[in-house]
């Protein structure tokens, strides 16, 4: 199974910064499908961007999605307070789809 | 708007068999279009992908837990179910289930989920 590594698990920023978060994957991402979702405690995941860059409905464009092969990156551009949450990567190309472990991002 | 929403028991004793259902309006599950899935999150923990199906296109299931899951469609309810057997404590988390975005290809991302329920393993 591909394994997704994200980095930072932490990244503490100031309401206003740019975020950064990196998913590397074990194997290629086929066709990079590659998803990312945001998540706040006590809720269910939701669905920021599918195939590498497209966000889904309703999600702001401060929120990019990039990058191909075993390398993605999402970017949150001026963070706002609803921006502060746990992030996951999660690639579907190949069975089974799995998850990276998560990056917090968190006020400094 | 497609609403998923989990249904089942919160306390399970060791070894007996967890079961979930999802409950969907807003779709057919009988349509055959999308993967229904299941996820689950352990306390504290990150998202583990449980296993899909597709009506009529059979289920995909997490090798980790391939002995133990099964996922099935009740069309006649418009619901999916979960059935975990011999469940020990590790297997405490919330469970979600969710629908892919779209039929196929980039569109198998998760799209929509239900709120979650949290399933304790009593030892």
């Known amino acids: 199974e591909i394994v997704l590594t994200q980095s930072p698990d932490t990244l503490p920023l100031s309401p206003g910064e740019r975020a950064t978060l990196s998913c590397r994957a074990s194997q290629s991402v086929d066709s990079n499908f590659v998803a990312w979702y945001q998540q706040k405690p006590g809720q269910a995941p939701r669905l920021l961007i599918y195939g590498a860059t497209s966000r889904a409905m309703g999600i702001p464009d401060k929120y990019s999605g990039s990058g191909s092969g075993r390398d993605f990156t999402l970017t949150i551009r001026r963070l706002g307070p609803e921006d502060f949450a746990v992030y996951y990567c999660q690639q579907y190309g190949s069975s089974p789809r799995t998850f990276g472990q998560g990056t917090k991002v968190e006020v400094k | 708007q497609v609403q998923l929403q989990e249904s089942g028991p919160g306390l399970v004793q060791a070894s007996e068999t967890l079961s979930l259902t999802c409950n969907v309006s807003g779709d057919s599950i009988g349509s055959g279009y999308h993967y229904w899935s299941w996820v689950r999150q352990a306390p504290g923990k990150g998202l583990e992908f449980l296993g899909s199906?597709?009506?009529?296109?059979?289920?995909l299931l997490n090798p980790s837990l391939r002995s133990r899951l099964t996922i099935s469609v009740d069309t006649s309810k418009n619901q999916f179910s979960l059935r975990l057997h011999s469940v020990t404590p590790a297997d405490t988390a919330a469970y979600f289930c969710?629908?892919?975005?779209?039929?196929?290809?980039?569109?198998?991302?998760?799209?929509?989920w239900g709120q979650g329920t949290l399933v304790t393993v009593a030892s």
């Open positions: 199906i597709l009506y009529g296109g059979g289920t």
């Open positions: 969710a629908r892919d975005l779209g039929r196929s290809g980039s569109y198998n991302a998760h799209g929509f």
